[in-house]
């Protein structure tokens, strides 16, 4: 076992669980008893925990895989504790307490003070202020009709939604991680948009974090009905402070007929160290459903942070004329690796998918873009545009492309192209001329960059997402 | 049928495995271990995802032995170009002297089989046969490797320049019907030296049999190789073909693979550039139908700085046939300023054709250029309306921008003999219905 993960190990039970919140925690291990212990403690119905325990069944099957092009030292499954609230391991009293590294970034991010605050966990006012900006958004939406709470809440306020969705689009038997997850999964959220309506704001799981807590586990749940409209933003914009830790999420999307889903991440989990040492471990499983005809399903990803990130989020384009989009930048510094793209299969007519990906290697960082389209025999019509570059700046990094594609309908039209190039030296030369310093030269060419994708992303998230990569790359240049 | 090969293997080094060196032997030797311990790949294994072995795997071949009787000299002609071409002819895997022959060969280049290479090329054999083409990851060059028996040898000294091509052309008849054939060959060129060889693979009879060959080249610094592999193998053959090329400083490479024949075939184009300078291109083209299996697999190994690369692969599938393409490019951290570029076009003419192409680049070197494009599809739509407004039946213009399709990389071929065969070939195949109605020169040049 690799001394990374034995530091990670000796740190919860140094600091996290002798604490008030003790009892909530279980000892590191996973069996069936642990996971009726975890569906106990959240009072669920039988059928979850049968589902669970299929999951577990299924999961002690499976074999970790490994032909992502990632390296990793192995994780000890039964070293990891199962059940705890993992990032609010212990209220701090004051900023004084957090990180100082942590601090600037955020000063760098332009955070205000209160909400330094509440991305540190810090127990102060402003908390209470963020949860009652929630509840007036909760009374907003629900007079809509809307449904936006935690997935353990919405098991208990709307089961039969709950049981028909979940596990529909990600079986408990579609991997090995997603199996992990469905057996021990903590937390998560619930979205269910109904018939014609369109969500009047953006939904975030950013409130959601601080009041809840996000797990290792969690598991997101958007089902959108017919007609209906919902753009939802994941933050994972706070950089937590961590060693290596497992983050095994899995996030499943439904949209039925002509509604349209629109999922914007912006993931800047802690990265490790500039040596390689800590870090998180992405590995996240998200497919969306195409279920109804007319339908569209968006994801738009900003890759930042995580030690390792292995991810694709897909889309089923199973209804008629229904439309797919990824649109990603994925940016590795120091010894980060990402392992991401994207899955699109046709199986409807007329079915429409586009993939925009760009890849930022620095440092000793290794990118690839991994994307499979597929086009099934009976999805008359179909059309893939399919973009992907890189982009490398130092000579030290990697940049590596898997596009699979799998035409098995003649009227399918499929295009794929790709293109990996170095940072321009006159391009830096020409800014450096123009009075900016290196780092700001290399930091604005990749914004030109990847602006195709960041145009995609909310307002406030496009501005953060491109501060965010500069942070990323700094140090990167000589 | 692992096993059946492993007896084989025995009885075939038992009577000597003909009048090999003891080197060749603990090389046969090596690879059968190897071949043991790979076994068949399975779609599991990445570099055969889309493309089953099991149709092989599974039949029981018995390795092939001089054949009986000579095919009829006239058997052959529509496979041959030019009586002027220094020509050897191997039926079922074996060298056959009576219908080998052509033009006599310049100083300083040297074609002959295996068994006589093994005197009279010794040192060319000793040094380079067996290590260019690596079996440690490959089932089927290891399992060609512990048969080595026979095939050609191709050593062109320094400063020679050959203006004619030299044809290597593997036929099997019907006597190969359940039989494997193993032919494996070698290749090289001096420093300077420069040469076109053509490979062709054709079957006679209609029947089952088993062709898994390796061709090893090396080109020497300054050298200039033209290698066209033609794969028009009977409807019911299998075929596993690699050519695995090393490339030293200042050298050019232009490979094509014309494949169109076999139930099951599979074509492995490999190139390392090992010197600063050097340039690749490897170019194809891929018609299938029926219920035919077409795989390409190409892997270009960019080791040294300063070399380009070039690839463009297309295909025409019709009936249920499926296509492969596998377009591999490794960027080595050393090779900087390369230049690289691959496409692949598919077209897919019926409903039931499919194509499974994965273009892969994996770059370690920042100072690069490097881009790959790949499109699936049917015609164009808006050529085909420009055609019909110009008067042309709706079909003669399908069939037209069709072949055009094809010529497109056919034209990149600069041996007039082989491209204009292959355009004829290809014409005919498109437009044969049109025989009365397009002008008389357009299907028999």
């Known amino acids: 076992m690799s001394s990374s993960i034995d530091s990670l190990v000796n740190r919860e039970y140094a600091y996290g669980f002798v604490t008030d919140i003790e009892a909530d925690t279980l000892p590191p291990g996973l069996s069936e008893d642990v996971i009726r212990l975890i569906s106990g403690k959240k009072d669920e119905p039988a059928w979850l925990l049968d589902w669970r325990l299929k999951a577990y069944r299924r999961w002690i099957t499976m074999k970790e895989p490994h032909w992502p092009n990632v390296t990793y030292p192995p994780i000890d499954y039964q070293e990891q504790s199962y059940y705890s609230a993992p990032r609010s391991v212990k209220p701090l009293q004051s900023l004084d307490e957090v990180d100082p590294e942590l601090l600037r970034t955020y000063a760098k991010l332009g955070i205000p003070l209160n909400e330094q605050k509440m991305l540190s966990g810090v127990a102060v006012d402003a908390i209470f202020d963020s949860v009652s900006v929630g509840t007036t958004m909760k009374t907003e939406l629900a007079a809509l009709g809307i449904v936006f709470c935690s997935l353990g809440e919405a098991v208990r306020e709307h089961p039969d939604l709950v049981r028909k969705y979940l596990g529909s689009v990600v079986p408990y038997s579609d991997n090995f991680f997603a199996a992990l997850n469905s057996a021990v999964f903590s937390e998560g959220s619930f979205v269910y948009v109904p018939k014609g309506v369109r969500c009047p704001m953006e939904l975030s799981t950013y409130f959601r974090i601080n009041q809840e807590g996000t797990g290792q586990f969690e598991r997101t749940l958007i089902v959108a009905d017919e007609g209906s409209y919902v753009s939802y933003l994941e933050g994972c914009t706070a950089p937590k402070r961590s060693t290596t830790q497992l983050h095994a999420a899995v996030v499943e999307l439904v949209a039925l007929k002509d509604a349209t889903i629109k999922y914007s991440t912006v993931q800047n989990w802690y990265a490790g160290d500039k040596e390689g040492r800590g870090g998180i471990y992405n590995f996240v499983t998200k497919r969306g459903k195409c279920a109804g005809a007319g339908s569209k399903i968006s994801w738009t990803q900003v890759e930042t942070g995580s030690a390792i990130t292995w991810k694709y989020p897909s889309v089923i384009l199973q209804g008629d004329n229904s439309t797919g989009e990824f649109y990603s930048v994925a940016v590795v510094n120091n010894h980060q690796q990402a392992d991401t793209g994207t899955k699109m299969i046709h199986i409807g007519r007329n079915t429409k998918s586009n993939i925009v990906s760009k890849g930022i290697s620095a440092g000793h960082g290794q990118n690839s873009y991994r994307g499979r389209v597929q086009v099934l025999p009976k999805a008359e019509g179909a059309r893939n545009y399919t973009q992907c570059d890189s982009m490398l700046v130092g000579n030290r990094c990697g940049a590596h492309t898997f596009p699979y594609i799998e035409v098995g309908n003649n009227s399918a039209q499929v295009e794929h192209e790709a293109s990996t190039s170095k940072i321009g030296e006159d391009q830096i030369f020409y800014l450096k001329q123009r009075g900016l310093s290196a780092e700001q030269a290399v930091s604005m060419i990749v914004s030109g960059f990847c602006k195709e994708v960041f145009k995609e992303l909310p307002m406030e998230f496009a501005l953060e997402a491109q501060q965010l990569l500069g942070i990323t790359l700094e140090g990167s240049v000589g | ?445």
């Open chain 2, 1 to 445: 049928m692992i096993e059946s090969y492993l007896r084989n293997f025995e009885a075939f080094s038992a009577n000597g495995g003909g009048s090999a060196p003891p080197a060749v032997r603990s090389l046969r030797l090596s690879a059968i271990t190897r071949f043991e311990t790979l076994g068949f790949p399975t779609t599991k294994n990445e570099d055969w995802h889309f493309t089953s072995t099991a149709p092989i795997a599974e039949t029981d071949f018995s390795p092939l032995t001089k054949s009986a009787r000579t095919p009829d000299a006239s058997a052959l002609s529509p496979y041959r170009f030019s009586a002027e071409w220094h020509t050897l002819v191997f039926v079922n895997g074996r060298y056959d002297a009576g219908l080998s022959g052509g033009a006599a060969l310049p100083d300083g280049v040297h074609v002959m089989p295996l068994g006589r290479a093994y005197i009279e090329l010794s040192l060319v054999v000793d040094e380079y046969l067996g290590n260019v083409a690596s079996f440690d990851a490959h089932t089927f060059t290891a399992l060609n490797t512990a048969f080595i028996n026979d095939g050609a040898v191709i050593h062109v000294r320094k400063d020679v320049e050959l203006a004619v091509p030299i044809h290597l052309l593997f036929v099997s008849d019907a006597a190969a019907a359940d039989g494997v054939a193993q032919p494996r060959n070698l290749i090289v060129l001096d420093r300077h030296a420069k040469a076109t060889v053509v490979e062709s693979y054709a079957g006679l009879a209609p029947g089952r049999y088993f062709t898994n060959a390796v061709t090893e080249a090396v080109v020497g610094e300054g050298a200039t190789l033209t290698h066209l592999k033609l794969q028009q193998e009977s409807a019911d053959a299998f075929h596993v073909g690699t050519v695995d090329v090393r490339q030293a400083r200042d050298s050019h490479l232009f490979s094509f693979s014309f494949a169109t024949g076999g139930a099951l075939a599979r074509t492995n184009i490999y190139t390392t550039l090992r010197g600063e300078g050097c340039g690749a291109t490897l170019n194809g083209l891929y018609i299938g139908d029926r219920d035919q299996h077409i795989d390409h697999q190409t892997r270009i190994e960019h080791v040294a700085p300063g070399c380009y690369s070039r690839e463009l692969y297309k295909g025409i599938l019709d009936g249920e046939a499926h296509g492969v393409f596998n377009g591999k490019v490794f960027v080595h951290p050393e090779a900087q300023k390369t230049d690289g570029k691959q496409t692949n076009n598919t077209l897919l003419l019926s409903e039931k054709a499919r194509i499974d192409t994965k273009p892969q680049l994996e770059i370690f070197a920042d100072d690069v250029k490097c881009t790959h494009g790949a499109t699936v599809g049917r015609l164009d739509e808006t050529a085909l309306f420009y055609m019909k407004s110009r008067g042309v039946n709706a079909r003669l213009a399908r069939d037209l921008l069709t072949y055009a399709f094809a010529a497109d990389v056919l034209e990149s071929i600069e041996c007039t003999e082989v491209r204009e065969g292959l355009e004829a070939a290809t014409l005919q195949r498109y437009t044969r219905q049109w025989a009365g109605v397009l002008p008389e020169h357009a299907g028999s040049r």
